[in-house]
């Protein structure tokens, strides 16, 4: 059993209030990053289902020919469909053998030689005209919408220096959300006044 004196509690209450609001001002920002890493891997498993079950993926923008409708530097969500669903004004992603895709929109939708084929001309936003040959397709990726300024971010995932320091600060903020803390006292038994 402890004795207090009248100073000692006077000093208790005195602490107690700056204390109180100091481990409040920390839960509530525990509370917040907690809720964004929830939020950010929330949105991770949505586009992992969705990449699996609507053919949904990402590309980026490393030229302006998109400009301004979809500028360098931005990343557009697409999906697969079938060449029969293009229409005139849609931006699609094209795909070309032995070079890299192209993403423009359509100016021209013509027949194939089969019922699944489509003969598609192409020309970018910032173009003065089409590009040089029409495309022939079964499939095209169509941009549902596009985010400017996302590319660098999610290239500079692919460098393994930055990957492991999002690992490590992740590990860090799971480490620090779940440490155990220190016995809170509840005034009663303490030898304060309840």
């Known amino acids: 059993m402890s004795m207090d ?14 204390s109180r609001s100091t481990g409040r001002i920390s839960g509530v920002l525990t509370d917040i990053v ?10 991770c498993i949505v586009l992992v289902v969705l990449a699996m079950t609507a053919n949904v ?13 979809i500028p360098a530097g931005s990343v557009a969500i ?9 229409s005139v004004g849609d931006v699609v992603t ?3 053998p032995g070079t890299l895709p192209i993403t423009h929109r359509v100016t021209s939708v013509e027949a194939g030689s089969t019922p699944k084929e489509r ?13 040089p040959s029409p495309h022939t397709v079964t499939s095209v990726r169509i941009v549902r919408f596009a985010i400017p300024g996302l590319a660098p971010a999610i290239a500079a995932m692919g460098n393994p220096v930055v990957l492991g320091g999002v690992t490590v ?4 903020l799971v480490l620090w959300a779940f440490w155990p803390r220190g016995r809170r006292r509840t005034g009663v038994g303490d030898g304060e006044q309840p």
């Open 169 to 172: 600060a992740a590990a860090a």
């Open 119 to 131: 003969l598609v001309t192409l020309r970018g936003d910032a173009n003065a005209q089409d590009d």
């Open 57 to 69: 993926t990402l590309i980026m923008f490393r030229t302006g020919s998109m400009s301004p409708t």
């Open 5 to 18: 004196t009248p100073a000692t509690q006077a000093l208790q209450r005195t602490r107690a209030p700056g």
């Open 94 to 96: 094209v795909d070309r």
């Open 34 to 43: 907690l809720w964004i890493a929830a939020g950010l891997g929330a949105l």
């Open 78 to 86: 697409v999906q697969l469909i079938p060449a029969s669903e293009i």
